[in-house]
């Protein structure tokens, strides 16, 4: 008896997986993660590798051509916060965007607009 719930019990959860697509053919997998690589090598290559080691770049001191990077931790952030000219420049930015207007080019009377 216990056997006989037992399958029954597991045709029910094939048929719920197949239902919900959780059960697919092998080949069908391989053939989607072949024609998903090449983004996803891009993807990792181009998108998260540049921002990971720029921010680990941004936790040292390095000029680029006095050899090695040397960790230093959030100096470098504390530095910027405590910079005057720093602050004064978010501010103007943001005053850039809040008071600026909109972009000239967008309205069509600006020098890069189509006449």
Not at 42 to 71: A, C, D, E, K, N
């Amino acid at each position: 008896m216990a056997a006989h719930l037992a399958a029954i019990d597991s045709g029910r959860a094939r048929f719920a997986a197949r239902r919900l697509g959780a059960i697919e053919d092998a080949a069908t997998c391989e053939w989607g993660s072949l024609f998903i690589s090449p983004w996803l090598f891009g993807f990792i290559v181009l998108g998260i590798f540049p921002i990971l080691y720029t921010f680990y770049l941004s936790l040292t001191r390095y000029s680029g051509h006095q050899g090695p990077p040397v960790f230093i931790g959030i100096q470098n952030y504390q530095r910027m916060a405590a910079d005057p000219l720093f602050l004064e420049g978010r501010l103007q930015h943001a005053l850039l965007h809040v008071a600026g207007g909109p972009d000239r080019r967008r309205r069509g009377d600006g020098p890069g607009a189509r006449r």
